[in-house]
Each structure stands twice: as structure tokens, then as C-alpha cells.
């Protein structure tokens, strides 16, 4: 199982991204994903998941309410739509599967994570 993230670059406070993790060697739906992030200087955030059960979500406080997380298995792909992007929600973006299947925001729990995409918000 391998991942691609895409999506991120470089948007004003208050501007929106959508992020791709696309899957090959394995079918997503499978799976529980998280989407992850890490700033510099800062430890590993979980942000998102969706499980692979019931497509349930949940999502880490300080993303509640702005980001959306989602999942197109025709495409074998899982998004995250992010608006009202502020400049603390500049990191590098992930997307890895839990180890347990469980839709839980805990980062040390997700294995296979793709190389990430840069996400920077700025005036």
C-alpha cells in the first residue's frame, strides 16, 4: 500500500485547498485513513480520519468545523477539503492508515504514510 498526497501550495488566510491522497496496492475502502500534518518545530497532529466501516469522521479541534474529510473509492482517492485556512494550519499534509482500523486521532497509530504535501498560509 503506498500513498500520494496533492493538493497543497501556497493560499491567503481565509482561502481554501483541497487535498488528494490517491492509493495503489491496495483498495482504500479497506482501510481507515487519517490525514495527518506537521509544522516545524511542532510534533505530529492527526487532523482527520474516516473509517473504513461506515465512513464515519472525526476530526482534531482545531480543524472542527473548517476542514472536511471524504472518500471516492471508485478513485481509490481520500480528500480533504480545508477552508477558512488560517496560518497555523501551515505544515506538511500526510495520509497514512490506522494500524487497527480505528478512526482515531492518535498520529503513532498510522502506518504507511505517503511523503506529504506542503500546505503554507500567508498574506
Known amino acids: 500500500l503506498q500513498f500520494v498526497e496533492s493538493g497543497g501550495g501556497l493560499v491567503q488566510p481565509g482561502g481554501s485547498l483541497r487535498l488528494s491522497c490517491a492509493a495503489s496496492g491496495a483498495t482504500l475502502d479497506d482501510y481507515t485513513v487519517g490525514w495527518l500534518r506537521q509544522a516545524p518545530g511542532k510534533e505530529r497532529e492527526a487532523v482527520s480520519c474516516?473509517?473504513?466501516?461506515?465512513?464515519?469522521?472525526d476530526y482534531a479541534d482545531s480543524v472542527k468545523d473548517r476542514f472536511t474529510i471524504s472518500r471516492d473509492n471508485a478513485k481509490n482517492t481520500v480528500y480533504l477539503q480545508m477552508n477558512s485556512l488560517k496560518a497555523d494550519d501551515t505544515a506538511v499534509y500526510y495520509c497514512?492508515?490506522?494500524?487497527?482500523?480505528?478512526?482515531?486521532?492518535?498520529?503513532?497509530?498510522?502506518?504507511?504514510w505517503g511523503q506529504g504535501t506542503q500546505v503554507t498560509v500567508s498574506s
Open positions: 497514512a492508515v490506522h494500524m487497527y482500523n480505528l478512526c482515531v486521532l492518535i498520529p503513532g497509530q498510522y502506518v504507511h
Open positions: 474516516i473509517s473504513n466501516y461506515d465512513d464515519s469522521a
